[in-house]
């Protein structure tokens, strides 16, 4: 069974500083999706970004990037600029890639981030 | 395109009781997730439908059920509640979840006295 740890559970940073939240995981699985997704108090899940393991270059989008290390199984976020709003609890999640069938996301314990002014 | 919605936003039941929770997929998305949010387990997957299929299954008692409507619509149902269901349950909407991304809707919270 995959597992996902993020070792974090709490983070602050000061607003339009650079954070990274840490996430590794465990599969035997060669093929496989990550991502991350942020959950403001509002509850709302929402990707941020979406990695697959075949894509040796990491995955951006806008402000925030990701550290993939596939032979370390390590998948860190990086929120450059940090803004009021990036705020949430962080949760990082695998897919198994399966031809047939279909998979489950498996989600870390999270992190919560707060940006302070 | 509209996202996923989740109907009702809140409830609060009884022991004993049964709920049933509605999602809608956003538009072309064939396949929906059920995943239960408690501080405790934190996000746990309960099932998968495509097509009106159930899919897949994580380890959660039968008193958990589902189903999906040819429109994609889906439900979740548990029956005799227990006060250990309180959570957010939060469905997920995707092309085909094989293809990875699922999309979120903003959760069902449920209260159990």
């Known amino acids: 069974a995959q597992t996902v740890t993020q070792s974090q559970p709490e983070m602050s940073v000061q607003e339009a500083e650079t954070v990274t939240l840490s996430c590794t995981y465990d599969t035997s699985e060669s093929n496989y999706y990550l991502f991350w997704y942020k959950q403001p108090p509002s509850r709302q899940m929402i990707l941020v970004i979406r990695q697959e393991a075949y894509k040796q270059q990491n995955a951006t989008e806008n402000r925030f990037s990701v550290n993939f290390q596939k032979a370390a199984k390590s998948f860190s976020l990086k929120i450059s600029d940090s803004q009021l709003g990036d705020t949430a609890m962080y949760f990082c999640a695998f897919m198994k890639h399966q031809k047939g069938g279909s998979e489950k996301l498996v989600f870390g314990k999270g992190t919560k981030l707060t940006v302070n002014p | 395109k509209a996202g996923v919605t989740q109907t009702p936003r809140y409830l609060i039941k009884t022991r004993g009781q049964q709920v049933t929770l509605s999602c809608s997929p956003i538009?072309?998305?064939?396949?929906v997730s059920w995943y239960q949010q408690t501080p405790g387990q934190g996000l746990q997957f309960l099932f998968e439908y495509f097509s009106e299929t159930q899919r897949n299954k994580g380890n959660f008692p039968g008193r958990f059920s589902g189903r999906q409507f040819s429109n994609s619509r889906s439900e979740m149902n548990v029956s005799t509640l227990e006060l250990g269901d309180s959570a957010l349950y939060l469905c997920a909407s995707s092309m085909d979840s094989r293809q990875g991304t699922q999309y979120f809707g903003p959760g069902t919270r449920l209260l159990v006295l």
């Open positions: 538009s072309g998305h064939r396949s």
